[in-house]
């Protein structure tokens, strides 16, 4: 069992070959794998609880490293001496880790899905004419804003959470769901494209204050969790489904949110 393996697992499922920004992005790339970590990112903590298993392979989900790829000036060419680059390269180097980032794939495969599943949100009750996975709109479990927003705390395991400032009964019927970063304002293309399907609503992974402005000025509610919690599901179904196909030991890590309200 090899690195290839985990890449053939996601491209025999979508049906296509891996986007570009990801795959193998340190490390041996033959290995004999001894176990498979699933992390939502890759630091000093991950790695130490990947090797601490015994697994010489960790799966993420977000870049390797900062700036985020396609951001990385070329004026920045230094960044990887950056102390967040460096200590990541130097615990996986450490262990004689291989890393594999799996992105789009788990997003298409797993994530979309289960952030709406945890959110008990049913079926979709519009589907973009594209057919594209996440182009869809769902009704509201519930009939206000302020409901709603109680819902996602109950259903997200959060004590608090971002909002648009908007009256807490406010009727709520159509939510769409940005996901992961598909709130943040690079981008606004994609929530665009889900306001055209028609919602009132949207639930957010993570956003900033231009993607809720961009919202608000047309009308759209924000509630925001944050990118790693609506991740989290979707990536351990996809580590319980990988340790259940392949022949080696998997499991996911945790990622639990980087940041409280205080």
């Not at 025999?12 to 992005?25: A, K, M, Q, S, V």
């Not at 997200?156 to 598909?182: C, K, S």
């Amino acid at each position: 069992m090899t690195p290839g393996d985990i890449i053939r697992f996601a491209e025999d499922r979508t049906g296509h070959p891996l986007n570009p920004d990801e795959g193998i992005t340190f490390g041996p790339r033959t290995s004999e794998l001894a176990g498979v970590s699933v992390a939502w990112t890759v630091n000093e903590a991950t790695v130490a609880q990947a090797a601490a298993a015994g697994h010489n392979c960790l799966v993420h989900h977000e870049a390797l490293t900062h700036p985020y790829p396609g951001l990385t000036c070329e004026t920045e060419r230094h960044y990887l001496s950056w102390p967040t680059n460096y200590s990541r390269l130097a615990a996986l180097a450490r262990h004689d880790m291989t890393a594999i980032r799996l992105h789009g794939s788990l997003d298409e495969l797993y994530i979309y899905a289960a952030f709406a599943h945890q959110l008990e949100l049913g079926d979709p009750i519009v589907e973009a004419a594209s057919g594209e996975y996440s182009h869809k709109v769902f009704g509201a479990p519930v009939d206000t804003f302020g409901a709603l927003v109680e819902h996602v705390k109950r259903c997200m395991g959060m004590p608090a959470l971002r909002t648009t400032i908007i009256d807490a009964e406010r009727p709520v019927q159509r939510i769409g769901l940005p996901w992961g970063g598909l709130g943040l304002f690079t981008n606004v293309g994609y929530m665009q494209a889900i306001m055209d399907l028609g919602v009132d609503t949207f639930i957010c992974g993570e956003t900033d204050n231009y993607g809720f402005r961009f919202a608000a000025e047309s009308g759209i509610a924000v509630i925001e969790t944050s990118h790693e919690v609506s991740e989290a599901a979707g990536l351990r179904q996809f580590a319980t489904d990988l340790a259940g196909s392949l022949d080696v030991a998997c499991r996911f890590i945790e990622a639990p949110c980087v940041w409280r309200m205080s």
